[in-house]
């Protein structure tokens, strides 16, 4: 059943938007764009969904919390520690240890705990699955017992006038994919999490060209601080995006392309967050923070905090969240021997064709990185009594082309 894929998609006979959902670490497999005759995937991976077992961190959740902690014990409150894994080497715990939820099979349910009744009933009667798991306590030296409850929504466009005769160059809405990760400690005073999805795009692998690089992407962050980090990726500072990196205004990812590709932290400028991300579970009964999130339609220009789009594919993606920022990853430790190619991206689906560096933009929306001083001051903490809520909406366009 882990690997069984749960299809989810806009209520349309054709529909223009689909999602494959893996139960295995939450994994997004596929995400289907049907368009001018034309089907795209703009999800690279495997094409065999127990392909993930061996490329790992594609599209699949990540916690108790995301990205580099220093190996080693944290005091995080009074009387709690925390002992952080080692797993990518003995300095660094990654991606919440040696294994995370990336790892986990998580469980389809119909009745969750950590939405009000008046948010399941937002919900959309297809298109739409709740997820959860449970956390044990001291699971990968993470305290407390967690509870984590994950709804995924496809969401169909608003109505709009396309007449195919005159759609050269015109936009039109496809659809939107929703996820809102909800978690709760059910045993234990304080927990640290930082949850986020670690999914990699390319918008032309489907062409006909199969055109593999995001090098002629264009991709905008609104963002002009970057995370420091040491050799080993751990954080030892923030400074401002350097001009190279810069793509506050928008440009192609390969403008100014680092040697090494892109593995950078962007810390979004300061702006109005419309959700919290920790609210007191007391409160759940009377709260409504679905409603808007799942109405069809456009990711506003002021809501908007990231942006992919291709001019060869037409397709562009717009992302809100409530997170502090986002990881983009070039996916530049992928090797063509590594990996396998889906084949609809040109792939034959084995290993051993894989994707290159430089084949996609992951997009990975989550709080900034580990730092031991924000951790004493109670940030990136989940403390008893409390629900932690983290959501991405992404809005799919497409121009004639």
């Known amino acids: ?27 997004f497999h596929r995400l289907l764009l049907q368009v001018s005759g034309r089907t795209h995937d703009v999800l690279v991976g495997p094409e065999d969904p127990e392909g993930h077992l061996k490329m790992k961190y594609t599209n699949t959740i990540i916690g108790r919390y995301a990205n580099r902690i220093p190996v080693g014990k944290h005091d995080i409150a009074e009387g709690v520690v925390f002992e952080a894994k080692a797993n990518e080497n003995p300095r ?24 009000s009744d008046a948010e399941v009933a937002s ?48 936009e039109f809405d496809l659809g939107s994919l929703v996820y809102v990760y909800r978690a709760k400690l059910v045993a234990g005073k304080v927990t640290p999490i930082n949850l986020t999805q670690h999914w990699g ?40 995006v350097p001009t190279e990196h810069d793509h506050s205004k928008g440009k192609k990812i390969g403008d100014g392309y680092p040697e090494a590709g892109y593995d950078d932290y962007y810390l979004f400028s300061d702006r109005t967050i419309k959700q919290p991300k920790v609210f007191e579970a007391s409160s759940l009964s009377t709260s409504d ?16 905090v990231t942006e992919l789009a291709s001019e060869a594919s037409g397709i562009r993606l717009t992302f809100d969240t409530n997170q502090g920022g986002g990881m983009f990853y070039s996916n530049t430790l992928s090797t063509v021997s590594s990996s396998a190619r889906k084949r609809i991206h ?9 994707y290159e560096p430089g084949t996609a933009a992951f997009l990975e929306f989550h709080d900034p990185l580990w730092d031991n001083g924000e951790i004493k001051e109670g940030k990136g903490l989940l403390k008893e009594g409390e629900i932690y809520n983290n ?3 992404m809005a799919v366009r497409f121009r004639e082309v």
């Open 92 to 115: 660094v715990s990654l991606h919440g240890g040696p294994t995370g939820y990336d790892s986990v099979e998580w469980k389809v349910i119909d009745k969750p705990t950590l939405f």
């Open 289 to 304: 923070l679905l409603k808007d999130l799942l109405a069809p339609g456009a990711v506003s220009p002021s809501d908007a």
């Open 201 to 240: 795009f390319n918008l032309t692998a489907s062409l006909p060209s199969k055109e593999l690089s995001v090098k002629n992407h264009t991709l905008l962050m609104k963002a002009d601080r970057l995370v420091d980090r040491d050799a080993d990726s751990l954080r030892i500072g923030v400074s401002n």
């Open 391 to 393: 959501y991405v909406k």
């Open 346 to 354: 040109g792939g034959s689906g084995s290993f051993g064709d894989g």
């Open 123 to 170: 919900v959309p009667s297809s298109g739409a699955q709740f997820f959860s798991y449970t956390s044990p306590d001291g699971d990968q030296g993470y305290p407390g017992t967690l509870l984590i409850e994950v709804l995924v929504s496809v969401i169909g466009p608003p109505e709009q006038e396309r007449k195919y005769e005159s759609a050269q160059g015109k």
């Open 1 to 27: 059943m882990a690997f069984n894929p749960i299809l989810l998609t806009t209520p349309s006979l054709t529909p223009s938007l689909a999602l494959e959902v893996l139960p295995h670490g939450l994994t």
